[in-house]
């Protein structure tokens, strides 16, 4: 099946800095890809919808001036958490459509010192 | 308004034994229905989906029932193993580029 990759895969940052996470589409080209949320146990929180060179559509209650999304190409979309804190702290998932269905990436663990 | 309802929260089976997840949704314009797997801190991978106009389909251990008019549609895993532990999530949307919206997930416990 189509492959996205999520990179990296785990960040531990001090609180204040950012932090940028790069989700690609290496086998097909994702006109859309959407970023989620995922709290422990519980299930995945849409936060935006990203469309390659347009801004991207944020769901409510998201902050978007924190987390910035682009996405530059067909085939990589980015994440940056800006001055993150420890409430940012959370399991990040990337998804992109391919070939009829929905691929997900695998995840960035993000822990805010 | 949680617009696909998942059930069970938890499920423990035997080896062996048939694991069945069952979700229902609101939104009759959804038309695509997939189920994903989600291994601690990984990514939810597609494992099976479905579309309307069959009842079911079945892929290897993996089979999708789903019921129209009841809206609802459920996962079947036979044969059960430990390897098969892990949370499951069912989803729906209209069409595979639009919002999905899963369901709250089922964690999965194959005992030996």
């Known amino acids: 099946g189509a492959v996205v990759s999520q990179h990296p895969s785990r960040v531990i940052c001090k609180s204040g800095t950012s932090v940028k996470i790069e989700c690609r589409s290496l086998?097909?080209?994702?006109?859309?890809m959407f970023w989620y949320r995922q709290f422990p146990k519980k299930s995945l929180m849409l936060m935006a919808t990203?469309?390659?060179?347009?801004?991207?559509?944020?769901e409510q209650g998201v902050e978007k001036d924190k987390f910035l999304i682009n996405h530059a190409s067909l085939t990589l979309s980015t994440l940056t958490v800006t001055s993150a804190h420890p409430e940012d702290s959370s399991f990040y998932i990337c998804?992109?459509?391919?070939?009829?269905?929905?691929?997900f990436g695998a995840g960035t663990r993000l822990s805010v010192l | 308004q949680q617009q696909v309802k998942q059930s069970p929260q938890s499920l423990i089976v035997q080896k062996g034994g048939i694991s069945i997840i069952n979700c229902a949704y609101e939104?009759?314009?959804?038309?695509?229905f997939p189920w994903y797997q989600q291994f601690p801190g990984k990514g939810p991978a597609l494992l099976i989906a479905?579309?309307?106009?069959?009842s079911e389909k079945k892929e290897g251990r993996f089979t999708i029932s789903f019921n129209k008019s009841a809206k609802q549609f459920s996962l079947h895993i036979m044969d059960s193993q430990p390897g098969d532990s892990a949370t499951y999530f069912c989803?729906?949307?209209?069409?595979?580029?639009?919002?999905?919206?899963f369901g709250t997930g089922t964690s999965l416990t194959v005992i030996p």
């Open positions: 998804s992109a459509r391919g070939s009829g269905d929905r691929y």
């Open positions: 086998d097909f080209q994702a006109t859309t």
């Open positions: 990203s469309n390659e060179g347009s801004k991207a559509t944020y």
């Open positions: 939104n009759t314009a959804f038309d695509y």
């Open positions: 479905i579309r309307p106009d069959v």
């Open positions: 989803a729906a949307s209209k069409n595979t580029g639009n919002q999905f919206y």
